[in-house]
């Protein structure tokens, strides 16, 4: 009877909630797009009302009294106190209400928990500040990095419509399919969110944790890292792009293609020997992109987390150190990871060649590829 | 019994220090009770000038104000500064003063250990905001110092570990003190059950603090080894987990919440009273919510940590157990209702923020239930709606109960009444206030706006404004506050022994202010 009960007061609201479900609103969750999310949001509307109805009750009678009960309207105290019966009532009263809201959180808790018969995983790692994702069942990886320019974030260029909330390379999924998301992080603690999907998983230095989503419809969806990782904890979105699985087959073939390219061009730059030139402009790109968010464009860095390259002590003095560090990372202070995860042999060549000649180092000296490949561990 | 109150009068009066020597040198408990709220204040207005920067860049979207790693060490140190350098010491500050007045005892059990107590948080206090001058600044880790990103930071870090430990010395010395004065230096007659509702609050209170307190030093102390001597508690690559942090910081984190409000509790449940002119409704069954809480305290800690990938068995069990919670603490709302129901009731400052304590308390309670259900929790963890609900119970519940506290018994401690109308006015600007600066926090949280951050997507400027103007305001009607108190220390209309006609209680039986040494010897409670 109590369960039935419960049945049509929770449809009752789910009703409401589903009213509200459609529209973009400010006052609450984001639209649900998945049926977690959904769930996540049908919840909070069933016990969110809960505790109005309680707010109102306890404090009507309590305003009532403030009213009524007044020592300038003249009404005497009376002295009672201590009612066991009465105690005990707005003792078992709220357990019951309590139960009553425990049963569909216990449901949606095991649900969201269950990522067994996934379609495809993908695994989230995070860095210091952003995403890689490498997609377990095909040959499919890259970083996913903020793409609002800085010019936006210093005030100079007007604030695009997806400002700080929009990446190079978002990551894409079909509809439709369960997707298995395992979290992991390269340096500190992040965390994987996209509220529309009901989904926010830490992602853990040295652990793998997994989440799961099946996206409703096709579309773009945002969310933001969401675990204090730093400097630049703010910039580092999530965006996932929801395909149709045609598109996404298309996408994946796209990939596919453009990966064995980037092999064959790799190994072209292999043997070859580039100019001061190339190597600078080579840099100075990877710079900008790569290693500005602590070293600065001025290179002065942030002592002493992240030291300066102007004058510093390993970008003026010998190169194999140099090498050493971009390339393999440094014990000493973790920040400094190695590069040679993220970055080609080319563009570590270059960066190492830029930050030699610029700041007003002027050492003049180059690296080449092939030095790289020698200093791989 | 009688020789050693005899023996405490006789040094008393051959030793009174003057000038600076006398608050250096004190054992007395109302030196020190001042001491520890004026330490208290002057935090307060440090962590305030804090947040009131962290609002500042965050009025609108882009970087403005601060830089990000600036944006960090203030939002880590706010935090920190807030909860050891303001809220605890203040209520310190109360215990001090109170315990004794209250069970009818001549000081605090152990009066040199109280002033090392004290004289320790100044210390600690220098080191944590110093720490900003360290290279690389303060720690900006957060003021949950979550490894590994603490290990990370630079010297300032180091700086926060030993000022920890100092605080944390600082507090245990304070709860063996207060525990110890609770326990042995009652008036006769007064059974533990014949308590004043405070002193019992504060008694549960000091055990919580012995019990957490070495549990925290020992997660710095961990996160200083791994810093320096390669330890790796926390690094996964030497067989540490960073995940274990957590635990150990939350063991400690989650009854440290009460530890900031259950001495709250106590100063609201004596206020109320005292202005309904009517006896509790309930005080057996308040002690026991108060202990229920304290000890379901120690079993939800994980709550804090849903997102971190527990197995379903144990994001079941924390959400089971922190929603039980909830049981014990409407216990005590419904009480303090019931005890407003019938009385006679008049709307002097201390009652106007008692009330206001209740509302806005009550409305963090509930959003804590919000965030006890695991699933919803998944959402709003890590956003705006945390920020939103632990400050409706930090500053809504502990610092309104500290500012009831304080109007509550200035007349006692001065001898003078302060001025009741901007008295009401404080209160009036803090409530509104408060309510445009949080309340909003709820709405930017469940649209998705991750804490800690100081730059945010266009769709949350609006509220972002709201909340900064309303965080201004706030910290603004502060100094009114400071104003109140000091026009009361230094004059004002005489004191009554006992300004609330309501009011009951040893404390009352004093003169206002009460003699330098008070119950030599000991009344006695029928």
Redesign the interface.
């Given at each position: 009877m109590i369960r039935r009960t419960a049945q049509t007061l929770a449809s009752l609201f789910l009703c409401f909630a589903a009213g509200l479900v459609h529209a973009q609103s400010?006052?609450?969750?984001?639209p649900p797009q998945t049926i977690?999310?959904r769930?996540?949001y049908t919840?909070?509307t069933i016990?969110?009302l809960i505790?109005v109805v309680?707010?109102i009750v306890?404090?009507g009678?309590?305003f009532y009294?403030?009213w009524r009960?007044?020592?300038?309207v003249g009404?005497?105290?009376?002295?009672?106190?201590?009612?066991t019966t009465?105690?005990v009532i707005?003792?078992i009263i709220?357990?019951l209400i309590?139960v009553f809201?425990?049963w569909p959180?216990?449901k949606?808790?095991?649900a969201?928990?269950d990522t067994s018969n996934s379609d495809m995983t993908v695994k989230a790692t995070g860095y210091q500040w952003k995403w890689r994702y490498d997609y377990l069942d095909e040959d499919i990886s890259f970083y996913s990095t903020l793409s609002t320019p800085r010019e936006?974030?210093?005030?100079i260029a007007p604030?695009g419509?997806?400002?700080?909330?929009e990446v190079d390379n978002p990551l894409v999924v079909p509809v439709g399919k369960k997707v298995r998301i395992l979290?992991t992080a390269n340096?500190?603690?992040h965390?994987w969110?996209v509220?529309a999907f009901?989904?926010?998983?830490?992602a853990?230095?040295?652990?793998v944790?997994?989440?799961w989503f099946k996206v409703d419809n096709p579309g773009t969806y945002?969310?933001?890292?969401?675990?204090?990782?730093?400097?630049?904890?703010?910039?580092m979105p999530i965006v996932v792009e929801a395909l149709p699985e045609a598109q996404y087959k298309e996408w994946v073939a796209q990939q596919t293609a453009k990966k064995s390219q980037a092999t064959a061009s790799a190994a072209a730059e292999a043997g070859k020997t580039y100019s001061m030139q190339e190597l600078m402009a080579q840099g100075e790109k990877v710079y900008s992109k790569t290693c500005v968010a602590c070293h600065q464009a001025n290179g002065q860095g942030?002592?002493?987390?992240f030291p300066a390259l102007a004058g510093g002590k390993i970008a003026t003095g010998p190169i194999a150190g140099h090498i050493d560090i971009v390339t393999n990372g440094s014990k000493k202070n973790?920040?400094m990871v190695a590069w040679k995860n993220q970055l080609s042999d080319l563009e570590i060549a270059g960066v190492i060649t830029y930050e030699r000649n610029s700041f007003g180092n002027k050492l003049g000296d180059m690296v080449q590829p092939k030095d790289i490949a020698a200093a791989r561990k | 019994m009688e020789a050693a109150y005899g023996h405490a009068q006789d040094t008393a009066h051959a030793h009174h220090p003057t000038g600076i020597m006398r608050w250096i040198m004190t054992t007395n408990h109302k030196d020190i009770g001042t001491l520890y709220l004026w330490f208290a204040f002057i935090m307060f207005l440090t962590g305030g000038v804090m947040a009131l920067t962290i609002r500042a860049e965050l009025f609108q979207p882009g970087l403005q104000i601060v830089q990000p790693e600036m944006f960090n060490q203030l939002i880590t140190m706010h935090g920190l500064i807030m909860v050891f350098g303001a809220i605890m010491p203040a209520f310190v500050g109360f215990a001090n003063w109170q315990v004794p007045l209250m069970i009818g005892a001549p000081d605090m059990a152990f009066p040199r250990m109280n002033n090392w107590s004290f004289w320790l948080l100044p210390v600690a206090a220098i080191l944590l905001v110093g720490s900003f001058l360290a290279p690389g600044g303060a720690t900006a880790a957060g003021w949950t110092l979550y490894a590994p990103l603490s290990i990370q930071m630079g010297p300032g870090m180091d700086m926060a570990i030993f000022a920890i430990h100092i605080l944390g010395a600082s507090s245990i010395m304070g709860a063996i003190n207060i525990i110890t004065t609770i326990l042995n230096m009652r008036a006769p007659g007064m059974t533990l059950m014949k308590m004043p509702l405070f002193v019992w609050t504060w008694l549960i209170t000091a055990y919580l603090l012995i019990a957490v307190m070495p549990v925290l030093a020992g997660a710095v102390t961990m996160t200083l080894t791994d810093r320096h001597f390669d330890t790796h508690f926390f690094n996964a690559a030497g067989g540490g987990d960073p995940v274990m942090f957590q635990h150990i910081f939350w063991f400690f984190g989650h009854p440290e919440v009460y530890i900031m409000i259950l001495p709250g509790f106590g100063i609201v449940s004596q206020i109320i009273p005292t202005f309904a002119r009517k006896p509790l409704f309930g005080y057996s069954s308040m002690v026991y919510a108060t202990a229920s809480i304290a000890i379901l305290s120690f079993i939800v800690w994980a709550h804090h940590m849903f997102v971190v990938g527990m197995p379903a068995a144990g994001q079941l069990f924390f959400m089971y157990a922190t929603m039980l919670i909830a049981v014990p603490t409407g216990v005590k709302v419904f009480n303090w209702v019931a005890t407003i129901w019938k009385g006679s009731i008049s709307f002097e400052t201390p009652m106007l923020f008692a009330l206001g304590f209740i509302f806005l308390f009550t409305m963090g309670g509930f959003t804590g239930l919000v965030c006890a259900i695991t699933p919803i929790d998944i959402q709003i963890q890590d956003t705006y709606y945390v920020v939103a609900h632990f400050h409706y119970v930090l500053v809504a519940g502990a610092l309104f109960a500290i500012f009831g506290g304080i109007y509550y018994w200035l007349p006692k401690w001065t001898g003078h009444m302060y001025d009741e109308k901007l008295g009401q006015i404080h209160f009036w600007l803090s409530f509104i206030f408060f309510n445009v600066a949080f309340f909003v926090q709820h709405f930017l949280g469940l649209a998705g706006m991750p804490r800690r951050i100081p730059d945010y997507a266009l769709q949350f400027a609006d509220f972002n404004k709201v909340s900064s103007i309303g965080a201004f305001g706030f910290g603004l009607s502060q100094l009114l506050f400071l104003y109140i108190v000091v026009k009361c220390i230094r004059g004002g209309a005489k004191a009554a022994d006992k300004p609330w006609e309501g009011a009951d209680g040893l404390e009352w039986t004093l003169s206002s202010p009460p003699p330098y040494h008070s119950f030599e010897t000991p009344p006695v409670v029928r």
């Open positions: 400010r006052y609450n969750l984001q977690i999310a769930e996540i919840l909070h016990i969110l505790c309680i707010f306890v404090f009678a309590m009294a403030l009960h007044r020592k300038s009404h005497k105290a009376e002295q009672f106190h201590e009612n009465v105690e707005w003792t709220p357990f309590l809201m425990a959180a216990t949606t808790v095991l969201m928990k936006q974030i210093d005030n604030k419509e997806h400002y700080l909330l979290t340096d500190v603690i965390s969110s509220p009901g989904v926010k998983q830490d853990i230095p040295g652990f944790r997994d989440t945002r969310g933001q890292c969401s675990e204090l990782c730093g400097k630049d904890h703010g910039f942030l002592p002493p987390t973790p920040v | -």
